[in-house]
């Protein structure tokens, strides 16, 4: 097997990479699901969900590595960039390589990065560069579908039972410390902002705590204390979860180097 | 509050689903599902149901809503109709301007 070198420096690049590990990462967790969900019906809708962030990622991965090898770059393609990097160079934020917990941790996770999705695509669509446009002019209607379908789900399970809300607030708990790290902003985003590629990750957390604030109201759930620690995924710094997550999502194309279907 | 603590039911209640299809005039049943409630029900219409591009409108509704003819009276309610042929409109010339009736 070729070793490809798949490091990925360009500013722009990175800057796409992140967005588009996000998604890759997240996708996979739901895709967990699959089979697993409490009833059929959101079994299919968790799938759904998984398939669109899927979407997402295929198209800012193949993007991303355009702009690598427009840079003078190695030209890598999407399978390339999801199969065959490390994982300290994956650049999602520790949050979407938490394992799927249970339903009301991952309701309110898929809450948590759909609000963050909607405001950060709704301002990709005014990207310098066209066919990161294009990307988020899809996108934005998907993310817009997953947003309610969570926010529904945190609505009914946080003002429900006894055991939901006491699931939801653990949830809650356990997820939030992982939230500082969507809206940490460093020179990669500097560059992004100053090129137009996209807007400093910063810019989205006045758009992400109104969003939250109301669907937590409307839950009677309390929002949890805000926590210093920022952790650093999108530098490459994961969690002891992301490794194991790797070796199942890139297993079948580290076992068999450049199959297809 | 749920239907399910209004209810006390252990299970979510059903719902029928009718698509409407990009090209089609009329909602069409297309089949059922479980739902807690209706803004739910209609959510889990969309991804059990138009995931293929199915539809363009959906109406859920609460399958306890439907009244059913009972299938025990069957021959009662529709074998009367077998031998009146002359409802249909076959047996009088319509006027040819009129083409297809």
Redesign the interface.
């Known amino acids: 097997m070729t070793k490809v070198s798949n490091v990925v420096d360009d500013a722009g690049a990175q800057y796409l990479l992140r967005l588009g590990d996000a998604c890759l990462v997240l996708s996979h967790r739901l895709s967990e699901w699959c089979g697993h969900a409490p ?4 079994d ?2 968790l799938g ?1 969900i998984a398939l669109d962030l899927l979407g997402q990622a295929r198209a800012l991965l193949t993007r991303a590595g355009q702009l690598q090898a427009q840079a003078g770059g190695p030209a890598l393609d999407e399978d390339q960039l999801a199969y065959l990097r490390e994982e300290r160079h994956f650049l999602n934020p520790v949050l979407m390589e938490l394992p799927r917990g249970d339903f009301a941790f991952t309701q309110t996770r898929n809450l948590m990065v759909a609000c963050w999705l909607l405001p950060l695509w709704d301002r990709l669509r005014a990207s310098s560069d066209a066919e990161v446009a294009a990307i988020a002019g899809k996108a934005v209607k998907e993310v817009q ?1 997953h947003q ?2 969570a926010a ?1 789900w945190v609505v ?1 399970l946080g003002d ?2 006894e055991e939901s809300t006491r699931r939801m607030q653990a949830a809650l708990a356990q997820l939030w410390p992982y939230v500082g790290e969507l809206f940490a902003s460093d020179d990669i985003d500097a560059a992004a902002q100053a090129s137009g590629l996209g807007p400093s990750w910063a810019e989205l957390r006045d758009d992400w705590d109104s969003a939250m604030a109301a669907v937590l109201a409307e839950a009677k759930l309390p929002r949890p204390q805000d926590t210093p620690h920022v952790y650093a995924g999108r530098r490459g710094v994961h969690s002891e979860h992301m490794g194991h997550m790797l070796s199942t999502m890139q297993m079948l194309q580290r076992t068999y180097p450049g199959g297809v279907w | 509050m749920s239907i399910n603590q209004q209810t006390g039911a252990q299970e979510w209640p059903l719902w029928e689903v009718f698509v409407r299809s990009k090209a089609g005039l009329d909602h069409k049943h297309c089949g059922s599902l479980h739902a807690p409630d209706a803004p739910m029900a209609l959510q889990m219409a969309r991804d059990v149901y138009t995931r293929r591009q199915e539809g363009v409108s959906i109406w859920v509704v609460p399958s306890s809503a439907i009244v059913a003819s009972d299938p025990g009276e069957k021959s009662m309610y529709f074998d009367p109709m077998e031998d009146k042929v002359y409802r249909h409109p076959t047996f009088y010339d319509l006027p040819k301007e009129l083409d297809h009736m």
């Open positions: 009833m059929l019906e959101e299919l809708a759904n579908y309610q379908h529904d009914r429900g039972t």
